[in-house]
């Protein structure tokens, strides 16, 4: 069902900081794993992606670490910039055929000037 | 790039009528798509799964005699809100994947449906 009245959990920083995302992920057979960056009004932009057999992927600006452990993914974003500003999801898909992704509630990141 | 469209952008309707949405994805064939339904503050709502050439997977909970989904061609799904209430106002985004890849989606910039 949905919630109501759900306020997404904030991260604030400053500009110019590194910025850490977290995410608590649900089923341990999953085997590909997304992030994702939203801003108001717009649809989800695909950010990095880290597969099972990973636990740590580099982008430009941005590092996903994946503990299979614990079930736990962060997403690391460096040198944190105003344009950084947005709500960022975490994704799971479950091993097999289906192609359906398990969303995260979102963390909203908010960069001071 | 993986380029998703969608039209339109926003939508104001009359309670009752019908509305529909395009989704299209601009350089690459889907097989696959998904729209999903995202209240304010809130993480996105998987609707259903589209499959070129064949009915649409509905996830439970969702009208699929309300939500009407045609995913005639490669490149193009339509989700149409029948008979619509202010209930069904929300935010609705497609994605589609790329064939022979990962399992990325790719989203659209979603429509905004407001009913009176």
């Known amino acids: 069902g949905e919630s109501v009245g759900l306020h997404l959990p904030t991260l604030s920083v400053q500009e110019g900081d590194n910025s850490i995302i977290n995410c608590a992920y649900s089923?341990?057979?999953?085997?590909?794993f997304i992030w994702y960056k939203q801003e108001s009004g717009k649809g989800p932009q695909f950010i990095i992606d880290?597969?099972?057999n990973m636990d740590k992927r580099q982008g430009q600006r941005v590092t996903v670490l994946l503990n299979k452990t614990v079930k736990h993914l962060s997403l690391q974003i460096a040198a944190t910039q105003p344009g950084d500003s947005a709500v960022y999801f975490c994704?799971?898909?479950?091993?097999?055929?289906?192609?359906?992704?398990?969303w995260g509630l979102g963390t909203s990141l908010a960069v001071n000037p | 790039g993986a380029v998703v469209s969608q039209h339109p952008s926003w939508v104001i309707c009359k309670s009752g009528t019908s509305v529909k949405i395009e989704c299209r994805s601009l350089?690459?064939?889907?097989?696959?798509m998904f729209w999903y339904r995202q209240f304010p503050k809130q993480s996105l709502m998987l609707m259903a799964t589209?499959?070129?050439?064949?009915?649409?997977?509905?996830e439970q909970g969702v009208e699929k005699d309300k939500f009407l989904i045609n995913h005639a061609s490669l490149t193009l799904s339509t989700l149409t809100v029948t008979s619509a209430h202010p209930e069904d106002s929300s935010f609705y985004i497609c994605?589609?994947?790329?064939?022979?890849?990962?399992?990325?989606?790719?989203f659209g910039p979603g429509t905004r449906l407001t009913v009176l």
């Open positions: 589209s499959n070129e050439g064949s009915k649409a997977t509905y």
């Open positions: 089923n341990s057979a999953s085997d590909y």
């Open positions: 994704a799971e898909k479950p091993a097999g055929n289906n192609r359906k992704l398990i």
């Open positions: 880290i597969r099972s």
């Open positions: 994605s589609a994947i790329r064939p022979g890849g990962t399992d990325t989606q790719y």
């Open positions: 350089d690459f064939q889907a097989t696959t």
